[in-house]
Protein backbone atom coordinates (compact mmCIF):
# COMPACT_ATOMS: atom_id res chain seq x y z
CA UNK A 1 0.00 0.00 0.00
CA UNK A 2 1.25 3.82 -0.30
CA UNK A 3 1.81 5.57 2.66
CA UNK A 4 -1.54 7.60 1.91
CA UNK A 5 -3.14 4.73 2.04
CA UNK A 6 -1.46 3.80 5.79
CA UNK A 7 -2.21 7.14 7.00
CA UNK A 8 -5.95 6.97 5.88
CA UNK A 9 -6.42 3.65 7.43
CA UNK A 10 -4.87 4.62 10.36
CA UNK A 11 -6.54 7.78 10.75
CA UNK A 12 -10.16 6.08 10.15
CA UNK A 13 -9.16 3.49 12.68
CA UNK A 14 -8.10 6.29 15.56
CA UNK A 15 -11.83 7.75 14.61
CA UNK A 16 -13.79 4.27 14.77
CA UNK A 17 -11.91 2.37 17.49
CA UNK A 18 -10.00 4.59 19.53
CA UNK A 19 -12.76 7.94 19.48
CA UNK A 20 -10.21 10.12 18.80
CA UNK A 21 -11.30 13.48 18.42
CA UNK A 22 -11.04 15.17 14.80
CA UNK A 23 -7.92 17.97 16.04
CA UNK A 24 -6.16 14.88 17.40
CA UNK A 25 -6.09 13.01 13.81
CA UNK A 26 -5.33 16.14 11.84
CA UNK A 27 -2.57 16.54 14.47
CA UNK A 28 -1.71 12.90 13.77
CA UNK A 29 -2.16 13.36 9.66
CA UNK A 30 0.58 16.63 9.76
CA UNK A 31 2.88 14.51 11.66
CA UNK A 32 2.52 11.50 9.70
CA UNK A 33 2.64 13.27 6.17
CA UNK A 34 6.12 15.26 7.00
CA UNK A 35 7.55 12.06 7.81
CA UNK A 36 6.34 10.80 5.29
CA UNK A 37 7.90 13.73 3.15
CA UNK A 38 11.21 13.34 4.67
CA UNK A 39 11.21 9.61 3.52
CA UNK A 40 10.33 10.19 0.18
CA UNK A 41 12.97 12.57 -0.15
CA UNK A 42 15.70 9.89 0.61
CA UNK A 43 14.39 7.48 -0.90
CA UNK A 44 12.05 5.61 1.00
CA UNK A 45 8.81 4.83 2.62
CA UNK A 46 6.54 3.98 5.67
CA UNK A 47 6.84 0.09 4.84
CA UNK A 48 10.84 0.08 4.59
CA UNK A 49 11.72 3.11 7.26
CA UNK A 50 13.76 1.52 10.40
CA UNK A 51 14.53 3.08 13.70
CA UNK A 52 17.49 4.57 12.23
CA UNK A 53 14.74 6.82 9.44
CA UNK A 54 12.96 7.56 12.54
CA UNK A 55 16.12 8.32 14.94
CA UNK A 56 17.10 10.61 12.06
CA UNK A 57 13.94 12.51 11.35
CA UNK A 58 13.79 13.37 15.21
CA UNK A 59 17.21 14.26 15.24
CA UNK A 60 16.86 16.34 12.72
CA UNK A 61 13.24 18.09 13.77
CA UNK A 62 16.12 18.97 17.33
CA UNK A 63 18.79 20.72 14.89
CA UNK A 64 15.76 22.41 13.41
CA UNK A 65 14.88 23.75 17.12
CA UNK A 66 11.63 22.41 17.62
CA UNK A 67 10.38 22.06 21.00
CA UNK A 68 10.84 19.11 23.13
CA UNK A 69 6.97 18.77 23.44
CA UNK A 70 6.78 18.82 19.05
CA UNK A 71 9.10 16.68 18.84
CA UNK A 72 7.36 14.10 21.61
CA UNK A 73 4.22 14.48 19.90
CA UNK A 74 5.69 13.79 16.44
CA UNK A 75 7.34 10.58 17.85
CA UNK A 76 3.74 9.52 19.75
CA UNK A 77 2.44 9.52 16.05
CA UNK A 78 4.87 7.63 14.53
CA UNK A 79 4.94 4.84 17.20
CA UNK A 80 1.04 4.46 16.96
CA UNK A 81 1.50 4.11 13.03
CA UNK A 82 3.40 1.78 13.13
CA UNK A 83 2.04 0.04 16.31
CA UNK A 84 -1.46 -0.14 14.30
CA UNK A 85 0.37 -1.39 11.10
CA UNK A 86 1.94 -3.82 13.05
CA UNK A 87 -1.44 -5.30 14.58
CA UNK A 88 -2.90 -5.04 10.68
CA UNK A 89 0.49 -7.29 9.75
CA UNK A 90 1.37 -4.77 6.87
CA UNK A 91 4.90 -5.14 8.81
CA UNK A 92 6.77 -7.92 10.40
CA UNK A 93 8.36 -5.29 12.83
CA UNK A 94 7.26 -2.18 14.65
CA UNK A 95 10.75 -0.14 14.80
CA UNK A 96 9.19 2.59 16.85
CA UNK A 97 8.73 0.44 19.95
CA UNK A 98 12.04 0.98 21.56
CA UNK A 99 12.31 4.73 20.83
CA UNK A 100 11.74 7.23 23.84
CA UNK A 101 10.87 10.83 22.98
CA UNK A 102 12.18 13.64 24.76
CA UNK A 103 11.12 14.42 28.56
CA UNK A 104 8.63 17.08 28.64
CA UNK A 105 9.64 20.07 31.07
CA UNK A 106 6.26 20.49 32.78
CA UNK A 107 4.84 24.04 32.52
CA UNK A 108 2.54 25.72 34.62
CA UNK A 109 -0.86 26.32 32.87
CA UNK A 110 -0.96 30.29 32.26
CA UNK A 111 -4.44 31.59 33.77
CA UNK A 112 -6.26 34.85 35.12
CA UNK A 113 -7.09 36.21 38.66
CA UNK A 114 -10.49 36.68 39.54
CA UNK A 115 -10.41 40.35 39.17
CA UNK A 116 -9.12 39.81 34.90
CA UNK A 117 -12.03 37.50 34.43
CA UNK A 118 -14.42 40.16 35.74
CA UNK A 119 -12.56 42.71 33.12
CA UNK A 120 -13.09 39.87 30.59
CA UNK A 121 -16.58 39.22 31.11
CA UNK A 122 -16.96 43.30 31.12
CA UNK A 123 -15.31 43.63 28.24
CA UNK A 124 -17.78 40.99 26.36
CA UNK A 125 -20.58 43.33 27.41
CA UNK A 126 -19.86 45.49 24.28
CA UNK A 127 -18.04 43.80 22.24
CA UNK A 128 -20.14 43.65 18.26
CA UNK A 129 -21.61 45.90 16.14
CA UNK A 130 -24.88 44.33 17.25
CA UNK A 131 -27.29 43.41 19.60
CA UNK A 132 -26.67 39.80 17.99
CA UNK A 133 -23.07 40.22 18.20
CA UNK A 134 -22.69 41.33 21.55
CA UNK A 135 -25.46 38.83 22.71
CA UNK A 136 -22.90 36.04 21.32
CA UNK A 137 -20.12 37.35 22.70
CA UNK A 138 -21.47 37.84 26.27
CA UNK A 139 -22.58 34.18 26.30
CA UNK A 140 -19.67 32.31 24.99
CA UNK A 141 -17.89 34.20 27.93
CA UNK A 142 -19.93 33.52 30.44
CA UNK A 143 -20.39 29.57 29.00
CA UNK A 144 -16.79 29.26 28.88
CA UNK A 145 -15.96 30.73 32.57
CA UNK A 146 -18.89 29.05 34.24
CA UNK A 147 -18.12 25.60 32.77
CA UNK A 148 -14.42 25.12 31.97
CA UNK A 149 -15.08 23.24 28.66
CA UNK A 150 -12.58 22.98 25.78
CA UNK A 151 -12.99 25.97 23.23
CA UNK A 152 -14.10 22.86 20.47
CA UNK A 153 -16.44 21.34 22.82
CA UNK A 154 -18.38 25.23 23.19
CA UNK A 155 -18.47 26.41 19.76
CA UNK A 156 -19.60 22.64 18.77
CA UNK A 157 -22.05 22.69 21.43
CA UNK A 158 -25.66 21.47 20.20
CA UNK A 159 -28.84 23.91 20.77
CA UNK A 160 -30.53 20.90 21.83
CA UNK A 161 -28.66 20.76 25.10
CA UNK A 162 -29.34 24.20 26.00
CA UNK A 163 -33.35 24.12 25.34
CA UNK A 164 -35.39 24.62 28.28
CA UNK A 165 -33.33 27.02 30.57
CA UNK A 166 -30.90 23.98 31.39
CA UNK A 167 -29.01 24.31 35.17
CA UNK A 168 -26.74 22.19 33.67
CA UNK A 169 -25.51 21.24 30.06
CA UNK A 170 -24.32 17.81 28.66
CA UNK A 171 -20.71 18.02 26.90
CA UNK A 172 -19.45 15.22 24.56
CA UNK A 173 -15.77 15.96 25.21
CA UNK A 174 -12.48 13.58 24.18
CA UNK A 175 -12.95 10.52 22.96
CA UNK A 176 -16.76 10.35 22.98
CA UNK A 177 -17.17 10.88 26.51
CA UNK A 178 -19.76 12.77 27.91
CA UNK A 179 -20.00 14.84 30.98
CA UNK A 180 -22.43 17.33 32.98
CA UNK A 181 -21.60 20.67 33.89
CA UNK A 182 -23.82 23.06 35.93
CA UNK A 183 -24.50 26.68 34.93
CA UNK A 184 -23.92 29.78 36.79
CA UNK A 185 -26.71 32.06 37.13
CA UNK A 186 -24.82 34.76 34.52
CA UNK A 187 -24.36 31.88 32.04
CA UNK A 188 -28.24 31.11 31.81
CA UNK A 189 -29.26 34.64 31.80
CA UNK A 190 -26.51 35.56 28.98
CA UNK A 191 -27.44 31.68 27.31
CA UNK A 192 -31.26 32.85 27.11
CA UNK A 193 -30.90 36.27 25.85
CA UNK A 194 -28.76 34.67 23.25
CA UNK A 195 -31.25 31.84 22.06
CA UNK A 196 -33.79 34.62 21.82
CA UNK A 197 -31.51 36.20 19.73
CA UNK A 198 -30.09 32.97 17.23
CA UNK A 199 -33.20 31.87 16.96
CA UNK A 200 -35.39 34.89 15.56
CA UNK A 201 -32.10 35.16 13.42
CA UNK A 202 -32.25 31.39 11.61
CA UNK A 203 -36.40 32.03 11.33
CA UNK A 204 -35.16 34.91 9.23
CA UNK A 205 -32.33 32.89 7.04
CA UNK A 206 -34.64 29.90 6.86
CA UNK A 207 -37.50 32.37 5.04
CA UNK A 208 -34.75 33.97 2.70
CA UNK A 209 -33.12 31.31 1.96
CA UNK A 210 -35.19 28.20 2.00
CA UNK A 211 -32.23 26.58 4.05
CA UNK A 212 -33.01 24.15 7.26
CA UNK A 213 -32.07 25.41 11.06
CA UNK A 214 -28.63 25.02 12.29
CA UNK A 215 -27.97 22.25 14.82
CA UNK A 216 -25.26 24.31 16.41
CA UNK A 217 -26.03 26.64 19.78
CA UNK A 218 -23.07 28.93 17.97
CA UNK A 219 -24.25 28.61 13.75
CA UNK A 220 -22.19 30.25 11.12
CA UNK A 221 -22.65 29.68 7.43
CA UNK A 222 -18.89 28.20 6.92
CA UNK A 223 -17.79 24.86 6.32
CA UNK A 224 -18.09 23.36 10.27
CA UNK A 225 -21.53 25.15 10.76
CA UNK A 226 -20.62 26.57 13.67
CA UNK A 227 -18.21 29.47 15.09
CA UNK A 228 -14.98 28.08 14.13
CA UNK A 229 -11.87 28.18 17.43
CA UNK A 230 -10.08 30.44 15.14
CA UNK A 231 -12.82 32.83 15.09
CA UNK A 232 -13.38 32.85 18.65
CA UNK A 233 -9.51 32.88 18.99
CA UNK A 234 -9.61 35.94 17.67
CA UNK A 235 -12.34 37.24 19.09
CA UNK A 236 -10.53 36.73 22.43
CA UNK A 237 -7.86 38.81 20.98
CA UNK A 238 -10.02 41.44 20.41
CA UNK A 239 -11.44 41.53 23.88
CA UNK A 240 -8.25 41.32 26.15
CA UNK A 241 -6.95 45.30 25.43
CA UNK A 242 -10.48 46.10 26.55
CA UNK A 243 -10.32 44.41 29.63
CA UNK A 244 -6.40 45.41 30.53
CA UNK A 245 -4.92 42.31 29.12
CA UNK A 246 -2.02 41.66 27.56
CA UNK A 247 -3.42 39.61 24.15
CA UNK A 248 -0.34 37.54 24.54
CA UNK A 249 -1.02 36.52 27.74
CA UNK A 250 -4.88 35.20 27.04
CA UNK A 251 -6.40 32.74 24.94
CA UNK A 252 -9.52 30.19 24.99
CA UNK A 253 -7.70 27.88 26.94
CA UNK A 254 -6.79 30.39 29.73
CA UNK A 255 -10.23 30.89 30.87
CA UNK A 256 -10.35 26.96 31.36
CA UNK A 257 -7.39 27.29 33.25
CA UNK A 258 -8.62 30.13 35.18
CA UNK A 259 -11.91 28.18 35.94
CA UNK A 260 -10.26 25.33 37.58
CA UNK A 261 -7.62 27.45 39.46
CA UNK A 262 -10.60 29.54 40.76
CA UNK A 263 -12.42 26.14 41.96
CA UNK A 264 -9.53 24.96 43.63
CA UNK A 265 -9.05 27.92 45.66
CA UNK A 266 -12.58 28.04 46.54
CA UNK A 267 -11.99 24.53 48.29
CA UNK A 268 -13.58 22.52 45.35
CA UNK A 269 -12.56 18.72 45.29
CA UNK A 270 -9.88 17.89 42.87
CA UNK A 271 -11.91 14.71 41.86
CA UNK A 272 -14.60 17.10 41.63
CA UNK A 273 -12.52 19.43 39.28
CA UNK A 274 -11.37 16.58 37.17
CA UNK A 275 -14.85 15.42 36.72
CA UNK A 276 -15.74 18.90 35.04
CA UNK A 277 -12.96 19.43 33.27
CA UNK A 278 -13.55 15.74 31.23
CA UNK A 279 -10.07 14.84 32.28
CA UNK A 280 -9.58 10.70 31.99
CA UNK A 281 -6.41 11.10 34.37
CA UNK A 282 -6.38 12.86 37.79
CA UNK A 283 -2.79 13.81 37.48
CA UNK A 284 -3.44 15.74 34.70
CA UNK A 285 -6.01 17.63 37.08
CA UNK A 286 -3.65 17.97 39.87
CA UNK A 287 -1.21 20.76 37.90
CA UNK A 288 -3.38 23.54 38.97
CA UNK A 289 -2.71 22.28 42.63
CA UNK A 290 0.86 23.42 41.44
CA UNK A 291 -0.17 26.85 39.89
CA UNK A 292 -2.13 27.28 43.63
CA UNK A 293 0.84 26.43 44.90
CA UNK A 294 2.95 29.42 42.92
CA UNK A 295 0.22 31.78 43.38
CA UNK A 296 0.36 31.63 47.45
CA UNK A 297 4.19 31.75 47.12
CA UNK A 298 4.45 34.64 44.95
CA UNK A 299 1.62 36.16 47.48
CA UNK A 300 3.93 35.35 50.32
CA UNK A 301 7.41 37.23 48.91
CA UNK A 302 5.29 40.01 47.73
CA UNK A 303 3.39 41.23 50.88
CA UNK A 304 5.36 39.20 53.71
CA UNK A 305 7.72 41.90 55.71
CA UNK A 306 10.13 39.01 56.29
CA UNK A 307 10.14 38.97 52.77
CA UNK A 308 10.45 41.88 51.75
CA UNK A 309 13.34 42.84 54.18
CA UNK A 310 15.23 40.06 52.78
Known amino acids: MSDARWISAFLEAQAAEAGAAENTRLAYGRDLMAFCDWLGARGASLATA ?11 AADAGLAASTRARRLSSVRQLYRFAFSEGWRADDPAAPLR ?3 KRQTL ?3 LSRAQVDALLAAAETHGRTDRDRARTRCL ?6 TGMRVSELV ?3 VAAARGDPRMLLI ?3 GGRERMVPLSPPARAALAVWLTLRDAAEDKAATETRRGPSRFLFPSTGKAGHLTRHRFWGIVKELA ?13 TLRHAFATHLLEGGADLRAIQTLLGHADLSTTEIYTHVLQERLRALVLTHHPLAREA
Open 172 to 174: RGK
Open 141 to 146: FQLLYA
Open 109 to 111: PRT
Open 50 to 60: GRTEIEGWLAE
Open 156 to 158: ALP
Open 101 to 103: GPG
Open 241 to 253: PAAGIDPAQVSPH
